[in-house]
């Protein structure tokens, strides 16, 4: 089984930026791509990107195209998800989360794709 930690969320006015990590244990972490999402107040839980398991496609949400990058290091079995930017609009809770199969061509953006989530990290953007 693989567990998920995702650390580095906090508040930061508009404008601002945030890094959060996603640590994983208890798989090959290199064999599978990894996503993040989030959830806003009151909202259903969306993609918001993905890195495939060798690092080398991603593929993001429209609305943080060009704003958010995400990355991965293998070594120390991470994912990142580098924010900057930041707008009101981005306040939710973020998650990562683990493909349910491994080496998938195609990153995938699809939420029932990934079958293993962490707790989620709150990110507040204030105006």
């Known amino acids: 089984q693989v567990q998920l930690v995702e650390s580095g969320g906090g508040l930061v006015q508009a404008g601002g930026s945030l890094r959060l990590s996603c640590t994983a244990s208890g798989r090959s972490f290199s064999r599978y791509a990894m996503g993040w999402f989030r959830q806003p107040p009151g909202k259903e839980r969306e993609f918001v990107a993905a890195i495939n398991w060798s690092g080398g496609s991603t593929d993001y949400a429209d609305s943080v195209k060009g704003r958010f990058t995400i990355s991965r290091d293998n070594a120390k079995n991470t994912v990142y998800l580098e924010m900057n930017s930041l707008k009101p609009e981005d306040t939710a809770i973020y998650y990562c989360?683990?493909?349910?199969?491994?080496?998938?061509?195609?990153?995938?953006?699809?939420?029932?794709?990934?079958?293993?989530w962490g707790q989620g990290t709150q990110v507040t953007v204030s105006s």
């Open positions: 989360a683990a493909d349910r199969l491994q080496r998938r061509v195609v990153v995938t953006t699809t939420l029932q794709s990934y079958g293993y």
